[in-house]
C-alpha cells in the first residue's frame, strides 16, 4: 500500500470548514483514497473514499488532485463532536483489502 | 440494522491466562478483519477471511494468536498465553463484498480493550 503523509494536529473553529489534507504522492492507479476518523474510545468511522473524481457523501466532501498524490478531506460546518484522529489511507480495492493506518491528523474543534 | 459488535468491551487478565475476543459481523458480510492498537502504536491489520476462510493472515504477530470463523459467521481471536505485549485494543471490522465501490467498505465495532496483568 501507498504511503501517506498527514499533518499531525489541527485546530478548526466550531461552524467553519475544516480542511485535511493528505500526501500520497506514490498511489497505483488502482489504489482508492479512504478516509475514516476516530473519535475517542470507539471503533474507526468510515467517511468517504474516492478513486480520482471529487466525492461527497452526507459527511464530508473529498477532493482529489488531478495527478492523485494528495486530497484533501472537508467537514463544510465542523461540530464540536467532529473532534477525532483523521485518517488518510490509501488501498486497493481488490486484493490487499488491509487498511494500513498511520498516525493520522488530530483535528480539534475549538468552540 | 445492527452494527459490528464485539464482547468482551473490556478484559483484564494475567499473564500466561488465555482470552478469548469475540466479533459478530454485520449480518451478511463475508469478510470480517481484525486489527489491533497496541500502547503508543498505530491501528494494525491482523488478518482477513473471507466466510469460513482465512484469506490474509500476514499480520498475526505469532503463533499465541488463532483466529477462527466457523461457519462464516462470528469470529473468535483467542490469545494464548497472553504476555504483557498483548495488551491494547483489539478491533475487528466487516464488509460485504469485495471489489469495487461501496460494497466493500470496512465498517469497525467499538473494540475490546484487553489489558494484560
Known amino acids: 500500500d501507498a504511503k501517506t503523509t498527514q499533518p499531525t494536529s489541527m485546530d478548526c473553529a466550531e461552524g467553519r470548514a475544516a480542511n485535511l489534507p493528505c500526501n500520497h504522492s506514490t498511489i497505483s492507479g488502482n489504489e482508492y483514497v479512504y478516509w475514516y476518523r476516530q473519535i475517542h474510545s470507539q471503533g474507526p468511522q468510515y467517511i468517504i473514499h474516492g478513486l480520482k473524481n471529487n466525492e461527497t457523501n452526507e459527511m464530508a466532501s473529498l477532493i482529489i488532485t488531478e495527478d492523485r498524490k494528495s486530497s484533501t478531506l472537508i467537514l463544510p460546518h465542523a461540530t464540536l463532536r467532529d473532534t477525532a484522529v483523521y485518517y488518510c489511507i490509501v488501498r486497493a480495492n481488490f486484493g490487499n483489502e488491509k487498511l494500513t493506518f498511520g498516525t493520522g491528523t488530530r483535528l480539534t474543534i475549538i468552540p | ?117
Request: charged share 25%; with cysteine; proline share 3%.
Open chain 2, 1 to 117: 440494522e445492527a452494527g459490528v459488535t464485539q464482547f468482551p468491551s473490556h478484559s483484564v487478565i494475567e499473564k500466561g491466562q488465555t482470552v478469548t475476543l469475540r466479533c459478530d459481523p454485520i449480518s451478511g458480510h463475508d469478510n470480517l478483519y481484525w486489527y489491533r492498537r497496541v500502547m503508543g502504536k498505530e491501528i494494525k491489520f491482523l488478518l482477513h477471511f473471507v466466510k469460513e476462510s482465512k484469506q490474509d493472515e500476514s499480520g498475526m504477530p505469532n503463533n499465541r494468536f488463532l483466529a477462527e470463523r466457523t461457519g462464516g459467521t462470528y469470529s473468535t481471536l483467542k490469545v494464548q498465553p497472553a504476555e504483557l505485549e498483548d495488551s491494547g485494543v483489539y478491533f475487528c471490522a466487516s464488509s460485504q463484498d469485495r471489489g469495487f465501490g461501496a460494497k466493500n467498505i470496512q465498517y469497525f465495532g467499538a473494540g475490546t480493550r484487553l489489558s494484560v496483568l
